[in-house]
């Protein structure tokens, strides 16, 4: 193979200038073969080739260390080809070259931060106990310091990129750069204590106790290779005059970022940051204690409570560092009650991201979307938020946050999961990106090269995978989406804003803080209240740890419903039967939509609470508005039609039908809670259910006889009333017409046995209990009270004999009916027939005189037998003044006398049918817009007494709470059943006026 073809394959990019350093003489002696194993190893064999030329200068004796091949050498080439910032380290002093000689391992160990420490203070002649004082000062003591720091940062590298799994080890990493940094602190501090002494009075300098508190990355010892050290300095000097222990503090202070900083002949290790102090650059550069709390307590932002989450004391006095943390530590944990405390956090990181250069956004790892400030932010909010009770939250760094937010069901198993894995892979590119030039920068490199080279450096020792700039752009732009999903599912979790307004007393959830409350949010047992809460949150399982976080949120919106009390033990009844499935209470903690409308709804309605207790499952659909759209009636069809299908039994197969249709109705009632569907909209859901059902049933009931005997006649079930014009609300009957028509050659009589033999069926299959029964069923009614000759008359009859029932002895009230018949389940050409015959007669040519003061006699008997005993008319929302009935009357009456002349009107709802009237001129447009008005607030509120209670009522409450039930339901905020009450009599007396005008009076008289 010819050399260059042989770099090509070892990975290098500049053929020419690798040749020509391949053939530079400090390589003679070396194996090719071994030299090109070891490039094999290396992220950039190009930069690792040059780097060993200039090494091997300077350090001669390296060439055995790669001539013993690639067990000794692989360090070397690892850390050649991964950093030249650390080869130019070792060629300005060769004797640290001992370090590249390292065996390396799949899991290497950490150097406890005493060892860097002693090791520190030891290169500047200091001692290791409290407060020490420096041997060497000036240039000496920053070479000797900045020298041992990188020898340690070498030994780190070493270990780091020979890892098995950089990922696994990035914590262990970020902990010992942060515990290095910290020695190196302690140690410049020591050496300007040594310095100070030309100024001051050595026994004032000792007066004076300095503490350095790491902030940032340093503080949550999470430090990157290269990267500013944030610091805040505290200092304490009882006895000494105020100024001059001000003075000399902050000339130690100063003199720690000389020692560190400062020009040498050996460069700075890092900028000593402290404008995260009180009032940042303009404030003083060192407080005391009392001083910074003065400032935390009255001034403070929200940003600087965010950033003391990671505060902790790295070098200076110990124990002023430790009083430091616990002063401020209480303050931390309540700042998230400050107002709009999540907002303020929120609006920081979008200011962050804001802020971006235009030319740096694609490529940024740590500030962009996507990036580790969405990570950290997100721990850190969710850490400030739950944190002021919940102590396991209360750690610094970012992985073991995740995990104990985790672990305390703050964030779903499998969102900290990612969560976690994407930090540790976003850490590791930073870390390696930086490494190379021990520069600090968080951009994405652009050259391709430099991509594959990272692509390299970024995975374990033990990757055989090729690297690819392509693989790494791609699991990078992977890495960004998730973050961004997550941090936005989380970070902008409403539930936040929701749980940093409680007090500590009602998150703690104590049981005379929380009885109390109970009390005065509502709830009438607060000691019923607590056994449920008790049952809720006692043991230690992840569900009573979830529910404990959110029982504090949920009792409010819980009592913002009109019966708390039986809301709380509808939410302890379904947190049972749903068990530990995992995504119940993730969905109510992630999602505060579905919170609440569940508590609105435990709290307000029986009829849906049943629902949900049978049928738990349900409670998913409150998370998105997407699983809560009412099913169409086809897609409601097909499926039963495959639930027909595997279970041809007709008892089996209408149970299943009775459960979609159930659980249907449950679906529309919770998006009908949602505010998501209109009063029409709910209408024609539940028809669109009950004709499934009803078209099911009636298919269920013909296999079934047509099993057992020949089939003798075709059947057509026609909705009339409500269910015909689709219009119903969930306590509504069916009412119905049977028609059927006998096969040529059958006998009639037998015909008409088997259409009243299926008729019975459907009445029973949809009636009757089955095994095992359907729980919490709405049984659906089909009433056949419409039918010529009323209950007198047969059944079901032929069509011909509806023919000539309608020929000879239809009356006014029977066409008036027939407007609102609309075929509901059949066959579709006996349904064409039947339409064509009694068209004519709901829309005749002309209505006579006696016709209509048939009908107007009919209404009035209507009103006068029909309303129960002693129902205030005003009242009755079906029969009553300005009702259902007065508007429907007076549009079936307009419709019968228009609607052959205008087709616009041969509809069977009522508010199409309205607004036809309009249109044409036969209503002025006010009145109509009252009709419609009163009609749909009477719809609404005969739908809000089956949802509060469960039971048809057609009555608007006199009972304040049940009358406050109904006006929720109706859209009114709390507190205004009064209003409701008063718009609804006031509108209903003014359609009332509307309906005499017009139903009675001159406006229907010819001209």
Known sequence: MSLTRRLIAAGFTDLEKSERFLGAPELAGIDEETLFIGFSRAANPDMALQSLVRLLSRVPSLGELVNAGPDRSEALFRVLGASEALAEFVMRHPENADLLDAGLSAEPPEVPARTLRASLLESVRAGSGPNPVAGLTGTEAYVQLRTRYRRHLLDLAVRDLGAASPEDIMPAVGRELADLAAAALEAALAVSRAELAASFEPTDICAVRLAVIGMGKCGASELNYISDVDVIYVIDAPGLDETLA????????????????????????????????????????????????????????????????????VAGDPELGRRYEDAVAPLIWSSSERENFVESVQAMRRRVTENIPSHEAARQIKLGPGGLRDVEFTVQ???????????????????????????????????????????????????????????????????????????????????????????????????????????????????????SNLSEDEVRLTPEAAQARLAALGYADPKGAMRHIEALTKGISRRAALQRQLLPVLLGWLADGVDPDAGLLGFRRLSESLGDSHWYLGMLRDSSAAGERLCQILSSSRFISDLLEVSPESTAWLGTDKDLVPVGFDALWQEMRAKMSRHPRSGEAVRLIRLIRRREMLRIALADSAGLLSQEEVGRALADNDRAAVLGTLHAAENEIYGAEEQLTDMLVVAMGRQGGREIGYGSDADVLYVHRPLPGADPQAAQRQAEHIVGRISSLLQQPCQPAVLAERVLELDAGLRPEGRQGPLVRTLDSYRGYYERWSQAWEAQALLRARPMAGDDRLAEDFISLIDPLRYPESLETADVREIRRIKARVESERLPRGADPSRHIKLGRGGLSDVEWLVQLLQLRHARSYPALRTTATLAALDAIGDAGFLPEADTQILRESWLLASRIRCANVIRGGRNADVLPSSRRELEAVARWCGYAAGQGGVLEEDYLRLTRRARGVFERYFYGYGLEED
Request: proline share 4%; charged share 25%; hydrophobic share 40%.
């Open 381 to 499: 909010l969710l850490q400030l938020v739950h944190g002021r009770v919940d102590e396991t939250l209360r750690v610094r760094t970012t992985t073991a946050a995740i995990a104990a937010l985790s672990e305390g069901g703050y964030i779903g198993r499998g969102d900290a999961a990612d969560l976690d894995a994407a930090y540790r892979y976003l850490r590791v590119l930073e870390h390696r990106i930086q490494l190379v030039h021990m520069r600090r920068t968080h951009l994405m490199p652009e050259d391709p090269s430099a991509l594959r080279a990272l692509s390299k450096s970024s995975a374990g020792s033990l990757q055989l995978v090729r690297p690819s700039a392509e693989r790494l752009l791609e699991t990078w732009q992977r890495t960004k989406r998730l973050v961004r999903r997550l941090h936005e599912s989380i970070f902008y979790r409403p539930l936040l804003n929701t749980a």
């Open 246 to 313: 001000s003075r000399i503090g902050t000339a130690l202070a100063a003199g720690i970022s000389r020692v560190i900083n400062a020009s040498a002949p050996e460069p700075g290790l890092w900028d000593v940051d402290a404008n995260l102090r009180p009032e940042g650059k303009d404030g003083p550069l060192v407080r005391t204690l009392d001083s910074h709390l003065h400032y935390y307590q009255r001034w403070a932002h929200t940003w600087e409570f965010q950033a003391l989450l990671k505060a902790r004391a």
